[in-house]
């Protein structure tokens, strides 16, 4: 496992999962169409992500089917990695 | 454009979407007054078959209190049937400010503003008070009108993991940098019949230099000492800075709600606070009505007193036959069945039975978290608790669910 994909599913599990709550979190585990993340909270997530990668996310892209697992968060997360790195 | 084959067939395709995830919401007909029990036709067009209501919000059992009803007519006679206006052009009555500082001493508040409902006041609130240099961070599990109104203001959205105070203080400390802070609850959470932890949220928000706003809706009237509400019970009256709350279940059940709280806020949604400015105002036969349950409520405890006990012994009777039951201390008990299925078959075989009671399963809460959520009533004699628990007993034990927790639950549905 990468470092961005650790970090996002440490995040996501330290945030959203509920104590006693035992389910296990992949890179494919449906996140947002499975009810663990509704959209409302997934704010907190991208702000996460805005944050700690120096990146910015545009609403179009922000979108619950881009959230929906881990491995599609570290692949959006990449995408403005190379935007950010390719503006300056 | 017209409404074509086309477009129906799309709007066919998604509602046979919505049967079948078997979410579909059918109404039941009742054909009396709202009560403790009520006749009931279902499927439309059965015939009318007389149930024990153990799903209703008329917590107080005011609904059809004769008092409440000739206040009501008194009003209708007195101020007419509707105002045909908006509060702020032709559309206030000398008893919606009444009604507004009634409630503002019951609530021990600074000031009320109504609203058409407690979803409007929702609704209208953050929009009208808070912008863009501001932060709301909510409990998870907040009731949906909230989720609305906070997606129609322009202030950063967050959330806290419900009733955790460390996520929440977390939560406070990340946004110190903005100009307000509101941290947002619901006062007692509608599905699972829990209550907010507001001494400590107060504690937290005087730490971090946060507002508090409470969605009272299931606790005005009933919960505290005297029945003002959560922030009674907790210990902290005059802290909450607003109150969101509704008259449409225990003061009376009719319709109409309030924001309620510190003097600016307040005036702010007056000014702007968009479903305020744009719809009608309650109509006088209700405001008459409510005016009567403040009155009734302000001069003894002995209703919710009734419904504290009805609680209680529904609780125990619930444990005693082995159901598995959310924990909490409200009127709202929630029998855990965990699978969306079981839920809806139970509720359909205690209708059998002769006790009118609901299943919920995802999206109204989560998924895995399907249940029959029972609510009492001061309208509840001991006579109907002890008819229903006779009837959830015969269904617990058709269904072989008696004395099983939620992984033989999980087991059972799954085989």
Not at chain 2, 105 to 134: I, K, R, V, Y
Request: negative net charge.
């Amino acid at each position: 496992m990468d470092e961005i994909t650790k970090v996002v599913r440490d995040y996501i599990i330290r945030e959203y999962v509920q104590e006693g709550d035992d389910r296990e979190i992949t890179e494919t585990t449906p996140l947002i169409s499975s009810g663990l993340v509704d959209s409302f909270s997934m704010v907190s997530l991208l702000r996460f992500l805005e944050k700690k990668y120096a990146i910015h996310i545009p609403d179009t892209d922000a979108t619950p089917e881009a959230f929906d697992t881990v491995e599609r968060i570290v692949a959006l997360v990449r995408q403005f990695q190379k935007t950010e790195v390719g503006s300056v | 454009m017209a409404f074509s084959d086309a477009v129906r067939d799309s709007y066919q395709t998604d509602i046979e979407g919505i049967k079948a995830a078997g979410l579909f919401k059918e109404e039941r007909y009742i054909h009396s007054p709202q009560s403790s029990e009520i006749e009931v036709e279902f499927p439309v067009g059965s015939s009318i078959r007389k149930c024990i209501n153990i799903c209703s919000n008329n917590y107080l059992g005011l609904s059809s209190h004769p008092e409440v009803i000739a206040a009501a007519h008194a009003g209708l006679d007195s101020r007419g049937y509707g105002m045909s206006s908006v509060r702020f052009i032709c559309g206030t009555q000398d008893i919606h400010r009444e009604l507004e500082n009634q409630l503002t001493n019951f609530l021990g508040t600074e000031d009320t503003l109504l609203f058409p409902s407690c979803m409007d006041a929702n609704a209208g609130f953050f929009e009208a008070c808070l912008n863009e240099q501001d932060v709301m961070i909510a409990d998870r599990l907040v009731h949906a009108s909230i989720v609305d109104g906070m997606r129609l203001s322009k202030a950063m959205q967050d959330t806290f993991k419900h009733s955790d105070m460390g996520h929440l203080e977390e939560k406070l400390q990340e946004h110190q940098d903005k100009r307000f802070r509101m941290i947002i609850t619901d006062g007692v959470f509608s599905m699972d019949g829990d209550m907010a932890k507001l001494a400590e949220m107060v504690a937290l928000a005087e730490r971090y230099n946060a507002m508090v706003l409470v969605d009272d809706s299931h606790a005005t009237g009933f919960i505290g000492k005297t029945g003002r509400g959560t922030h009674e019970h907790c210990g902290v009256l005059g802290k909450i800075d607003v109150i969101t709350t509704t008259l449409g279940k225990a003061l009376g059940g009719a319709s109409g709600g309030c924001v309620s709280g510190r003097r600016e806020l307040v005036e702010m949604c007056r000014q702007r606070a968009r479903p305020y400015l744009f719809s009608n105002a309650v109509a006088p036969v209700i405001v008459a009505g409510a005016l009567k349950v403040l009155e009734l409520i302000g001069a003894t405890t002995e209703r919710r007193d009734k419904l504290e006990w009805n609680a209680k012994y529904w609780r125990g009777l619930l444990t005693e036959a082995g159901f598995d039951l959310k924990e909490g201390n409200t009127p709202i008990v929630p029998v855990m069945l965990y699978d969306a299925k079981l839920a809806q078959e139970f509720a359909r075989d205690l209708f059998d039975e002769g006790v009118y009671a609901i299943g919920f399963f995802f999206p109204v809460v989560p998924k895995g978290q399907a249940r029959i959520r029972t609510q009492l009533s001061a309208a509840h004699e001991k006579h109907h608790l002890d008819l229903a628990i006779a009837a959830f007993r015969k269904v617990g034990q058709k269904r072989g669910i008696l004395g099983l927790g939620k992984k033989d639950l999980l087991a059972r549905c799954a085989a």
